[in-house]
């Protein structure tokens, strides 16, 4: 069975440090792999997606995500927090079917 | 949340009765998905929907309906067969970039309270 996980249910960082996000995945055939993030009460936003390509992903609001396909990772990354950036972010992954495969989400605190 | 609307934000009922959510889009997408978000569990999807007139079930479908008779709108009907209705519903479009890639795009979600 296809599936997105995210390890840390929280994740806290100070302010001005880097953030790391882990997510890895299970998905057939060539993943398409997706950041999402969701502030309290609202949709989700996308932030960045993997394709195809090169590994290192750029995406909205300064986040990147790094694509490991050895250790089936696609972990979000950004090289400096703000207290702005806390929120809940969602990994997704598809094999390029309908069906996306969303992990149960991780919550990020950034403290000032 | 881009193009996509989802009514009422709120929504209370008592057990037992059917509720319709509903959601629209308007950025001309072919596809539209509804999820259902619960704490700790991230999204489920519940049906989805690749064109007009044509549905598919997800991963959570029973105690479900929905229909898809026009582009813009796919409703979502929450019957009293379901067990657990309280959660955030969240409704999506897509669109086809290349083959195989779509972007999801979300509504603001319904927050469906059933006592």
């Known amino acids: 069975a296809q599936s997105v996980a995210q390890p840390e249910d929280q994740v806290n960082v100070a302010e001005g440090n880097p953030l790391t996000v882990k997510c890895t995945y299970s998905?057939?055939?060539?993943?398409?792999l997706f950041w999402y993030v969701q502030y309290p009460n609202r949709g989700l936003q996308f932030l960045l997606k993997?394709?195809?390509?090169?590994?290192l992903v750029k995406g909205s609001y300064g986040f990147e995500a790094e694509f490991n396909k050895s250790q089936t990772s696609f972990h979000l990354k950004k090289p400096s927090a703000l207290v702005s950036d806390s929120a809940l972010y969602f990994c997704?992954?598809?094999?390029?079917?309908?069906?996306?495969?969303f992990g149960t989400g991780t919550r990020l605190k950034v403290l000032a | 949340d881009g193009g996509i609307t989802q009514s009422p934000k709120y929504l209370f009922r008592k057990e037992g009765q059917n509720v319709t959510l509903s959601c629209e889009q308007n950025l001309n997408h072919d596809a539209m998905y509804w999820y259902r978000q619960d704490p700790g569990q991230g999204l489920r999807l519940i049906y989805y929907?690749?064109?007009?007139?044509?549905?598919q079930k997800g991963d959570i479908a029973e105690g479900y309906s929905v229909s898809r008779e026009k582009k813009e709108s796919f409703p979502l009907t929450v019957t009293s067969a379901q067990k657990n209705p309280t959660a955030f519903y969240l409704c999506?479009?897509?669109?086809?970039?290349?083959?195989?890639?779509?972007?999801?795009?979300f509504g603001p979600g319904t927050r469906l309270t059933v006592t």
């Open positions: 993997y394709i195809t390509g090169d590994n």
């Open positions: 997704a992954g598809t094999s390029g079917t309908y069906k996306y495969i």
């Open positions: 929907s690749q064109i007009v007139n044509d549905f």
């Open positions: 998905v057939s055939g060539n993943p398409y």
């Open positions: 999506a479009s897509s669109i086809d970039l290349h083959r195989g890639e779509r972007e999801q795009y």
